[in-house]
């Protein structure tokens, strides 16, 4: 069964740091492009980090850049986003995904991130 499933969210005081990881499970995350998104209360999606799938080219959205770290390790299958200096607005459903054209796009199932003050 193909799938991605996020852990690592949790309640942290503003600050503070989190370690989210995304395991795939059916499929190796080579050659996809992969990426983190948020949701955050009456707020749309948004676009986090991502890592393309070709050059390894990494991109941030510009509220988390310089805060947090997307990275990719295709012998375990799973990727990271490594989240420091946590504010409130950091708050929401963090999920994983991982597309490539021929293929399509898979989504993880979402963690809960919540920034304290």
């Known amino acids: 069964q193909v799938q991605l499933v996020e852990s690592g969210g949790g309640l942290v005081h503003s600050g503070g740091s989190l370690t989210l990881s995304c395991a795939a499970s059916?499929?190796?995350?080579?050659?996809?492009?992969i990426a983190w998104y948020r949701r955050a209360p009456g707020k749309e999606r948004e676009l986090v980090a991502s890592?393309?799938?070709?050059?390894?080219?990494?991109k941030y959205a510009d509220s988390v850049r310089g805060r947090f770290t997307i990275s990719r390790d295709s012998a375990k299958f799973t990727m990271s986003l490594q989240m420091k200096n946590l504010n409130i607005e950091d708050t929401g459903v963090y999920l994983c995904?991982?597309?490539?054209?021929?293929?399509?796009?898979?989504w993880g199932q979402g963690t809960q991130v919540t920034v304290s003050s």
């Open positions: 995904n991982a597309a490539r054209v021929d293929v399509g796009s898979f």
């Open positions: 059916g499929f190796t995350l080579d050659n996809f492009a």
């Open positions: 890592i393309s799938s070709i050059g390894e080219i990494t």
